[in-house]
């Protein structure tokens, strides 16, 4: 059984600008008694704070809020990017992270080399990736690209080679960031079918995104965030 | 990715074996590091052994005759000098870069630290290992003859392990915080090398000099260097060694137990 229990959870990040993630400066700081440490003074932006939140199999929420609100950080926070600064954070179930597949393709690498290093990195084991293999190369649609580095594609053949990856294993918990859509008419149909079984297989769905309509249609709990802060729940 | 996660109750130990027992995915991410560094050239991974053997070549004759030293004798020295501490050296400066190189992984998800660290180890391995090989016709040239004490070798190289994760978590977390410290790393093991006993032969030392040879560096590579080499090191090599160790295991033990889940947020 899949579920989320967040209490009071806070995220506080830390932004070392240009002066303080310098070392001669944390000791000149340290070591004038710091009079000249004030350019040292690290700035804290709390992403989140005092969030708490329960989830269960079957629950579809629906994360809203404007830019800067903390979707982003909330949708990291569960998929175990973030530690939490204070609070507690349990989670049981398997993860699939959606929030930004692009992320960690290897350009030289070419397509086949990429299902491996992304399958293993999303806790496959080699042989369930050469199970997964042909499936995947045949989803994409890429034909014989799959053998050429991925730096030769287009953005297009590159979103659909990400998309069928990250789509590719079922997870308890699927965490989204605004719906994706890729690649041409024709593949824009079956990603669409194939984010929609996705969607029906996991346990519990995550999804932040900025369209109403989408939230309304797929989402049967909806929290509103602001500043980092949950401010209504429907 | 793991079936269930927490913030409360993680043991740091737990954390740190979550990612050495991942070793499909480091030794095939380390793998792929060498192969695609590799890919457009038409020799590959070769130029590691052929520039080596490049550098050993041309400074085997000059140096040994500039020291007044029996080539016979300077040539392997020289050869395993030069090998372990190219070994060591990019060992060191690029466990400062094994997080920050990594963060396409760690801002996608929960990773265990300690699976990059173990990447950035054995990619330097796979290197090694192109270069430990020009020794073979080096020693069999010399005329270097191996007994059974050559097989000091293997606890010494599990040490030089045991030490490169030690300092690759230290250095890692460090780094990532202060990038400056990166370049401190990197002029402080240029200036290593001419401490050690890379080039020069350690009896050649006046007795007042001999304190160089506490460095660590110049243990560690007397403790590889000599069983290979048909002899034995000293015992004070093995003290020495052991006494560092247990320093960087307790130095990185700390660092790691109280920031091993910061790194994201330095990154």
Redesign the interface.
């Known amino acids: 059984m899949a579920s989320i229990s967040l209490k009071n959870v806070s995220v506080n990040?830390?932004i070392?600008g240009a002066g303080a993630?310098?070392?001669?400066k944390?000791l000149a700081a340290s070591v004038t008694g710091g009079r000249f440490g004030k350019e040292t003074g690290v700035t804290v932006v709390q992403a989140l704070s005092d969030i708490n939140l329960e989830l269960k199999s079957g629950d579809r929420l629906g994360l809203v809020g404007h830019n800067g609100a903390g979707k982003s950080t909330l949708l990291?926070t569960l998929?175990?990017?973030?530690?939490?600064s204070s609070?507690?954070?349990?989670?049981?179930?398997?993860?699939?992270?959606l929030?930004?597949p692009s992320?960690?393709i290897?350009a030289?690498?070419t397509g086949i080399?990429n299902i491996?290093?992304r399958g293993?990195?999303?806790?496959m084991?080699?042989r369930q990736i050469d199970a997964l293999t042909p499936e995947i190369c045949e989803f994409s649609g890429l034909g014989e690209y799959v053998n050429m580095?991925v730096r030769t594609y287009s953005t297009g053949m590159l979103m659909r080679l990400a998309f069928s990856i990250s789509t590719s294993i079922e997870?308890d918990i699927l965490l989204m960031d605004e719906w994706l859509s890729v690649g041409d008419a024709d593949f824009t149909e079956k990603a669409e079918k194939r984010m929609k079984d996705v969607v029906a297989k996991s346990g519990i769905l995550v999804l932040a995104s900025h369209s109403p309509a989408l939230i309304a249609k797929e989402c049967n709990r909806v929290i509103h965030l602001e500043h980092g802060r949950i401010v209504s729940v429907s | 990715m793991n079936q269930a996660h927490s913030n409360l109750h993680r043991s740091a130990w737990g954390d740190w074996w979550e990612g050495t027992r991942r070793t499909d995915i480091w030794w095939t991410l380390a793998w792929f590091d060498i192969l695609l560094r590799y890919r457009r050239s038409m020799l590959g991974p070769l130029w590691l052994t052929l520039s080596m053997g490049a550098m050993i070549a041309a400074m085997g004759p000059l140096y040994s005759s500039l020291f007044g030293t029996n080539i016979d004798k300077f040539f392997p020295h020289l050869a395993l000098g030069l090998i372990f501490w190219g070994f060591f050296s990019s060992l060191v400066t690029d466990s400062c870069n094994a997080f920050i190189g990594s963060a396409n992984y760690l801002k996608q998800g929960y990773f265990p630290i300690s699976l990059f660290v173990w990447r950035s180890m054995a990619r330097n391995i796979i290197v090694f290992a192109h270069q430990i090989v020009l020794y073979v016709p080096v020693a069999i040239w010399a005329g270097v003859s191996l007994s059974w004490s050559a097989l000091l070798v293997i606890p010494a190289f599990i040490l030089a392990l045991v030490n490169g994760q030690a300092l690759g978590l230290a250095l890692g977390l460090v780094c990532t915080r202060f990038r400056d410290v990166t370049q401190i790393i990197t002029s402080v093991m240029q200036m290593l090398m001419f401490m050690t006993p890379v080039f020069w032969l350690p009896e050649n030392l006046p007795g007042r000099a001999k304190y160089i040879l506490w460095n660590p560096f110049a243990q560690m590579l007397e403790l590889l260097r000599a069983p290979l080499m048909g002899s034995v090191a000293e015992a004070y090599n093995w003290w020495g060694i052991l006494g560092w160790t247990a320093l960087s295991v307790v130095a990185s033990s700390l660092l790691f137990t109280k920031y091993r889940r910061r790194v994201v947020y330095w990154l």
Do not use: N, Q
């Open positions: 990040f830390p070392y993630a310098s070392f001669k944390t990291r998929a175990g990017v973030y530690e939490p609070g507690e954070f349990v989670r049981r179930g398997s993860v699939s992270s929030i930004d992320l960690g290897e030289d690498a080399e491996m290093l293993l990195v999303m806790g084991s080699k580095p997870a």
